[in-house]
């Protein structure tokens, strides 16, 4: 579930937040995830797992962006008394290339294989009563990064109630002719 389209003024606000410092928009961009996740059908004890962010572009950063836009959703969730944790589950095993200017196979193939569930991440969920899994993520593309997400959380045996990204960014051919 996409909550945004990632184009004008959204896709600014994005950009800032994650490409130029501006860490104050992660409580109004987290707050927007939390109502996505609030919307699913879940049964309570909820893990947001965030789709895992570069190394390089952690300490770019100054940190894990999508980690952090997980914990403000989760706290915004527990908030309206839904059960709810950020839980990184999810790690990198490979390194990938930067996915901006790839085309559509290109991303796919790019991150093919690159997460893996942490050892532990199945125990974890249950010691911390999660009892359903949601993937996030701040935009969502061509939709190869949470595949791969996803596909990583069903090899531990962890089958999520679904992905929650904050943005979708159109196809040129969906978007609007501006006049």
């Known amino acids: 579930m996409a909550l945004l389209d990632n184009a004008g ?3 600014r606000i994005v950009v800032a937040w994650k490409d130029r410092g501006r860490q104050r928009l992660t409580a109004p961009l987290g707050d927007l995830l ?3 996740c609030a919307l699913l059908p879940t049964d309570g004890g909820l893990g947001l797992v965030p789709v895992p962010t570069a190394a390089a572009q952690v300490r770019r950063r100054g940190g ?4 952090m836009l997980a914990a ?3 706290q915004s969730l527990r908030a309206v008394g839904v059960d709810a944790v950020a839980h990184p589950a999810l790690r990198r095993v490979r390194r990938t290339r930067d996915q901006v200017g790839l085309a559509v196979a290109e991303r ?3 991150v093919a294989g690159a997460f893996a569930a ?3 991440a ?3 969920c249950v010691r911390a009563g999660v009892r359903e899994v949601v993937v996030v993520d701040d935009v969502l593309t061509t939709g190869a990064s949470v595949r791969e997400a996803v596909r990583a959380l069903r090899a531990a045996g962890v089958r999520p109630a679904g992905v929650v990204v904050v943005a979708h960014t159109p196809s040129p ?7």
Do not use: M, Q, W
């Not at 051919?173 to 006049?179: I, S």
């Open 9 to 11: 003024s959204t896709a």
């Open 34 to 36: 939390a109502v996505g």
């Open 64 to 67: 894990d962006p999508v980690l």
């Open 72 to 74: 403000r959703a989760a």
């Open 108 to 110: 796919h193939g790019n």
């Open 118 to 120: 942490a050892p532990d």
């Open 122 to 124: 199945l125990a974890a």
């Open 173 to 179: 051919r969906a978007r609007p002719t501006e006049k």
